[in-house]
């Protein structure tokens, strides 16, 4: 009855400590959440759910953390496991419905913020949002219901007219929208979005001076959003201010740089005035983004004739040409370019299938851009090839309800694979992660060598060359089986295939001794990478996965894999379990594939 006791007394305060480390492990994730160390947060609530899985809360704040870093998928995972622990916490909800909205999973969205309304019928962010995706999913009549409720409780919210307007814009009743817009401006004049949406009304009634106006004080209060400037030079080059149009598009492009209208309508305002080479560059671009823009080809080619270079016109005609065999102008221009290059066999041909056709027009000139001469950017008439290009629609942007913003996603970082775990002398300094790469091969070699010759698992270069040298006295096949793999890939002088195909014949042979060890099977896997074969290196990468769940690069890696084979879903779920595990560089993976 006294040891019972006594082993009571002492088991009490070990749990008040394991409460306080949880505590504090909680408080220092929130903290790093509130300075925006994202990553560094998502460690500390990674080492909370392993020490209290069944607490709510680090599920959570891990989810703020991944949805910060645009890792929705992986913050909508830990909302559904949060929730599962407490179904109570209406902020979840909140947050999981935009993940879902962020995945355009808009049903998804609307059944949580309808759950979320059950409990905070009054929460008007939450109203704001469902609306929102009830106008993305097309239920236009369920929208405008729920927006005559809101206009009802929140009469003075101008967003409210706002919505109303765009459900009208959407339904072609523009008179309806322009009163609702009024009323939206009337309360709130400084909301760029709805100036915005004014002036794309007018962009379409071709009201050039009025969409110019109105464009003028959406640009004065969003002076960095690009496709203002691109609507703003529609409605100038429509009032003959070809100068002012191309003020904007330099302006769009600042800001936007890879904006595909953007460029391609420059290119034609370059080509109208005369800047060959640099319309040639605004194409190009084009051509980079959308290598099968026939209309982009076509008027490069025009640049590159008239600048000299007619065999790279013939190329870009004959691309055209492929593809619309009937296309005479384009036809007479490239048997031209053919002619100055003395090319006369081909040029005959070119000019026997317009008399054939009996083409009786005038060729070889580029018409001069004429007003309200306007496609569709989807509108594919290789004979609009002169017009200048809009978006299909006027989209409006939507602004849902939520401060949650990324950090880490935005830096550039390359696609390239992760490099092998080695063996090394050299200890190798962690970041962010608190994984420790283990093997017992190499741990029980480590308890015979002396302390300057033990060896750790790295990842990059090994520090060894002569294994044999190392070695001497100590039998370990398997570490020298990785040793002799790793050197010989480093210094081996060979082509790079020969190079490849050795290192698999070693690094198979060491799978065969250790076929446990989670570290050959990713090494494997990138090897496999070398020689482009994606679905051998997907099977060695989910081996080492199953060996061991903590190894990021091989997430990471098999996430790379996945994209490669066009599997996506599977690429993203894979890098932001990589990011979670502390590869923070996944996110801007994640962020690329999804764009």
């Given at each position: ?14 749990v ?11 408080t ?16 500390y609530?990674?080492?909370?759910i ?27 995972n ?73 206009a009802t409780r ?60 109105y ?60 800047d ?20 982009a ?28 065999p ?21 040029a005959e041909t ?8 009996q ?5 070889g ?10 496609r ?26 939520s ?87 480093q210094?081996?002088?060979?082509d ?24 050959f ?20 990468y ?16 098999r ?21 979670e ?5 996944a ?9």
């Open positions: 009855m006294g040891r019972k006791i006594v082993l009571l007394l002492l088991f009490v305060p070990m008040g400590m394991a409460q306080f480390n949880t505590d504090r492990l909680l220092t994730g929130r903290s790093a959440l509130y300075y925006e160390d994202y990553v560094l947060s998502i460690q609530f990674n080492q909370a392993a020490a209290k899985p069944y607490l709510y809360d680090p599920w959570y704040y891990r989810a703020v953390a991944k949805y910060y870093l645009d890792d929705f998928s992986g913050a909508e830990d909302c559904s496991e949060a929730i599962s622990r407490n179904p109570f916490v209406t902020g979840i909800y909140e947050l999981r419905g935009l993940c879902h909205i962020q995945q355009k999973d808009y049903a998804a969205a609307v059944a949580d913020y309808n759950t979320v309304l059950r409990y905070e019928p009054e929460n008007m962010n939450v109203w704001h949002n469902r609306t929102l995706c009830r106008i993305q999913e097309k239920s236009y009549d369920q929208a405008m219901a729920e927006l005559d409720t809101m929140w009469s003075k919210n101008a967003r409210v007219y706002l919505m109303r307007s765009e459900v009208y814009l959407l339904q072609k009743d523009t008179t309806q929208a322009i009163s609702e817009l009024d009323k939206s401006l009337a309360l709130d004049a400084y909301d760029a979005g709805a100036w915005s949406m004014r002036g794309g009304i007018a962009l379409s009634r071709e009201e050039w001076k009025d969409a110019e106006n464009l003028n004080k959406a640009i004065h209060l969003q002076p960095k959003q690009g496709g203002l400037y691109i609507n703003r030079a529609l409605a100038r080059f429509n009032q003959n201010n070809l100068r002012g149009a191309m003020a904007d598009y330099d302006l769009a492009l600042d800001y936007e740089p890879n904006n595909f209208l953007g460029h391609y309508n420059r290119g034609l305002l370059r080509a109208q005035v005369g060959d080479n640099r319309a040639i560059t605004d194409f190009d671009f084009v051509l980079k983004l959308e290598p099968d823009n026939l209309m080809l076509y008027n490069r080619a025009l640049l590159l004739e008239k600048t000299g270079n007619p065999r790279a016109a013939i190329r870009d005609y004959s691309q055209v040409i492929d593809q619309y009937n296309f005479w102008t384009g036809l007479h221009q490239r048997a031209q370019c053919y002619r100055s290059l003395g090319m006369t066999k081909q070119d000019e026997f299938r317009i008399l054939k056709a083409i009786n027009k005038r060729f000139h580029q018409p001069r851009l004429s007003k309200k001469q306007m569709k950017r989807s509108d594919e008439d290789i004979e609009k090839y002169n017009q200048l290009a809009v978006a299909d629609e006027q989209e409006m942007e939507h602004e849902y309800q401060e949650y913003r990324g950090r880490v996603q935005n830096r550039k970082v390359g696609m390239d694979y992760l490099p092998m775990y080695v063996l090394s002398t050299e200890r190798q300094q962690q970041s962010v992660s608190n994984y420790v790469p283990y093997d017992r091969q190499v741990d029980s070699l480590n308890r015979v060598l002396p302390a300057d010759h033990q060896l750790f698992i790295v990842k990059g270069r090994s520090t060894i060359s002569d294994v044999d040298a190392f070695l001497e006295g100590h039998d370990a096949p398997v570490v020298a089986c990785w040793l002799r793999a790793v050197s010989e890939w210094n081996d002088s060979t790079i295939p020969l190079r490849t195909a050795n290192l698999i014949d070693r690094l198979t042979e060491a799978v065969t001794l250790a076929p446990q060890n989670a570290y099977h990713y090494n494997l896997g990138n090897a496999y990478v070398q020689c482009l074969d994606f679905e051998h290196a997907i099977r060695d989910t081996r080492a996965i199953e060996l061991d769940a903590n190894l990021a690069e091989a997430y990471y890696n996430g790379l894999a996945y994209l490669a084979n066009k599997r996506q879903e599977e690429a993203i779920r894979d890098l932001s379990k990589a990011g595990l502390g590869l923070y560089q996110y801007s993976i994640i962020k690329r594939a999804r764009q």
